[in-house]
């Protein structure tokens, strides 16, 4: 195994590597708002209860939906979806509808939160707890149903091919996934 020489760069270097979701929400007047948030992450409250972890900084329309209502999806973002993703989070719902672009939303099937169509993978979430650290506050969600693209074969939550998905991954900047590597336990001795 080789090994690497690293520069010691403080603490701003703060990448967290995932892939991208769409967070829809319900503004105030009852229309759709979306926008991206990719500090999203997922822990386990024992058996199959798991909880989706979303992070969300200062003021945006986005956090004081979810405050409000309780409830969200989490739409993946594929790589065609990438024009609408900078769109979602270079506009704020306070400015104004964002419909420059057009895309359609459906409701959640068991929660009741608007989901984009585009998506190849949607979690409906409600809102278990929420903790707020400075000026952010960390949602944890109780997925309550996942939408997976009916073309997408997927027996289990092992089994899920990122290639097929083709998600955006943000680092700060975009990428998209490389190669499927494999499975857990093929590379043991
Ligand atoms: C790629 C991308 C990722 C983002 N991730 C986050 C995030 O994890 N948390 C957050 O609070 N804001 C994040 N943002 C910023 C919001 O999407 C942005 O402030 C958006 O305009 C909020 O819209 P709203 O005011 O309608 O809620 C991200 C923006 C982009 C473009």
């Known amino acids: ?13 703060s990448m967290c590597v995932q892939p991208a979701f769409i967070i829809g929400t319900d503004n105030e007047d009852g229309t759709p708002n979306f926008a991206p948030i990719t500090w999203v992450s997922a822990t386990c409250e024992g058996g199959n209860d798991y ?14 939906n979810v ?13 065609d979806m990438l024009p609408l993703m900078d769109y979602f989070g270079t506009r704020h719902a306070r400015d104004g509808k964002k419909d420059a672009l057009a895309y359609a939303v ?10 984009l169509d585009a998506s190849p993978w949607v979690y409906e979430c409600e809102v ?28 289990d939550a092992f089994d899920v091919d990122l290639t097929q998905l083709d998600p955006v991954i943000y680092s700060g900047m975009y990428h998209s996934v490389g190669k499927r590597l494999g499975r857990i336990g093929d590379y043991s001795l």
């Open 1 to 13: 195994m080789k090994t690497v020489a690293r520069r010691s760069a403080g603490t701003g270097y």
């Open 67 to 79: 405050l409000r209502t309780g409830k969200l999806s989490a739409n993946l973002v594929s790589t």
């Open 106 to 115: 459906s409701r959640g099937e068991r929660v009741d939160a608007p989901v």
């Open 51 to 64: 909880l989706l972890v979303i992070s969300m900084f200062g003021g945006k329309a986005t956090k004081q």
């Open 128 to 155: 278990k707890q929420a903790v707020q650290t400075g000026e952010s506050i960390t949602f944890f969600c109780w997925i309550k149903n996942v939408q997976i693209d009916e073309t997408v074969s997927c027996r």
